[in-house]
C-alpha cells in the first residue's frame, strides 16, 4: 500500500482473510474495493465490518468506529439494493446471472439488472429491474403456473342414467384444417437479405481498394528507394509509402469486418426462416431467448 499498488494490496488482504477470518481483514478489503471503485463489493465487505465490530472504549476506538460507519455510508450512497422476494419452494437466486448465497439484500451497481429465481420441480421465474445509485428495490417473484392436466374422461351429461354417457368430443387439436400457418415475417426477411448482401459488397469493395492501395505503397516505395539524396536519412517520398501503407490496411480491416458481418447476418436471416413457425423470441438487456416447440 506504500507504493499505491491497490490491487496487489487487495490480493494479499484475501489471501490473510482465507487463512484467518478476521474482522480486520474485512475491513480492510471494504476500504481498498473502496479505493478501486468496487463499490457493491465494498458495501458487502464495510456492512459485515461494521456488524462485527465491538462497542468502542476508548478515544481510539470511538474514531475508528466512526471512521468505518462513514464509509459503509460513503459506500452505500453509490450502489443500488434489490430486496428479493421469492415465491415459495425456491432452491436458488440469481442476480445477474450470480447465486446469491446469504441473505435477501443484494447490493448492485446503478442500472439495469436481471434476478432470477429457481424452484423445486425446476421452475424459474424471472424479473428485471432497475435501481439508481441509493435507492432500494424490491423485486417480487412468482413461478409460471404450470397448464393443467386435461381429464382423462369426458363428465356425462345432466340427466342422463344408467352407465356414464359419452361427453362431447374434444376439439382436434392444432389449426383447423385449411387455415394457413403464420410464417416468418417478410419485412425481417428482406431487411436481414438486403443488409448481409450490402455489407459482403462493402466488404469486396474494401479489400478491391486494400490491395490497389497495396500496390501503390509498393510502387512508391521503388521510387523512394531508387531517388539519388545526398541525405538518407530522410526522403519525403517514405510519407507517401506511410500513408499509402496505413491507408490498404485500414481497408482491409474495414473490408474484413463487413464480411464477417454480411455473413453473420445471412445466417441469421437464414436461421429465423427455417425456424418453427411457434417458434418465441424475447429480446432482453443481457442477449435474447428462444422457445421453440417441434
Known amino acids: 500500500m506504500a507504493r499505491l499498488d491497490i490491487a496487489r494490496a487487495r490480493e494479499l488482504w484475501a489471501e490473510v482473510y482465507e487463512i484467518e477470518r478476521s474482522n480486520v481483514a474485512m475491513c480492510t478489503l471494504g476500504q481498498l474495493d473502496a479505493r478501486m471503485g468496487r463499490w457493491a463489493d465494498a458495501t458487502v465487505e464495510l456492512s459485515q465490518c461494521v456488524d462485527q465490530m465491538p462497542a468502542p472504549r476508548t478515544k481510539q476506538q470511538r474514531s475508528l468506529y466512526e471512521q468505518r460507519h462513514a464509509d459503509l455510508a460513503r459506500a452505500r450512497r453509490r450502489v443500488g439494493e434489490v430486496v428479493l422476494v421469492p415465491p415459495p419452494g425456491v432452491v436458488g437466486m440469481l442476480v445477474n446471472g450470480r447465486g446469491v448465497k446469504d441473505g435477501r439484500r443484494v447490493y448492485v451497481a446503478p442500472g439495469q439488472h436481471e434476478v432470477t429465481a429457481v424452484g423445486e420441480d425446476g421452475q424459474v421465474a424471472r424479473a428485471?429491474?432497475?435501481?439508481?445509485?441509493?435507492?432500494?428495490?424490491?423485486?417480487?417473484?412468482?413461478?409460471?403456473?404450470?397448464?393443467?392436466?386435461?381429464?382423462?374422461?369426458?363428465?356425462?351429461?345432466?340427466?342422463?342414467?344408467?352407465?356414464?354417457?359419452?361427453?362431447?368430443?374434444?376439439?382436434?387439436?392444432?389449426?383447423?384444417?385449411?387455415?394457413?400457418?403464420?410464417?416468418?415475417?417478410?419485412?425481417?426477411?428482406?431487411?436481414?437479405?438486403?443488409?448481409?448482401?450490402?455489407?459482403?459488397?462493402?466488404?469486396?469493395v474494401c479489400l478491391q481498394s486494400a490491395q490497389g492501395y497495396k500496390q501503390e505503397a509498393m510502387a512508391a516505395w521503388d521510387r523512394a528507394d531508387s531517388g539519388q539524396t545526398e541525405d538518407t536519412t530522410f526522403r519525403p517520398e517514405y510519407n507517401e509509402v506511410i500513408d499509402k501503407a496505413a491507408t490498404g490496411k485500414l481497408m482491409s480491416v474495414l473490408g474484413t469486418s463487413a464480411l464477417v458481418a454480411g455473413a453473420m447476418a445471412g445466417v441469421a436471416t437464414v436461421v429465423y426462416v427455417w425456424l418453427p413457425n411457434d417458434t418465441q423470441i424475447r429480446a432482453g438487456t443481457h442477449g435474447a431467448a428462444v422457445r421453440i416447440r417441434w
Open 128 to 204: 428485471s429491474v432497475k435501481v439508481d445509485a441509493g435507492e432500494s428495490k424490491p423485486v417480487p417473484l412468482t413461478f409460471d403456473k404450470p397448464a393443467p392436466a386435461p381429464e382423462d374422461r369426458a363428465q356425462a351429461p345432466k340427466g342422463a342414467s344408467g352407465p356414464r354417457a359419452p361427453g362431447p368430443a374434444a376439439p382436434p387439436k392444432g389449426p383447423p384444417q385449411g387455415a394457413a400457418r403464420p410464417g416468418p415475417d417478410l419485412r425481417m426477411v428482406v431487411t436481414g437479405t438486403m443488409a448481409s448482401a450490402g455489407l459482403m459488397v462493402t466488404g469486396a
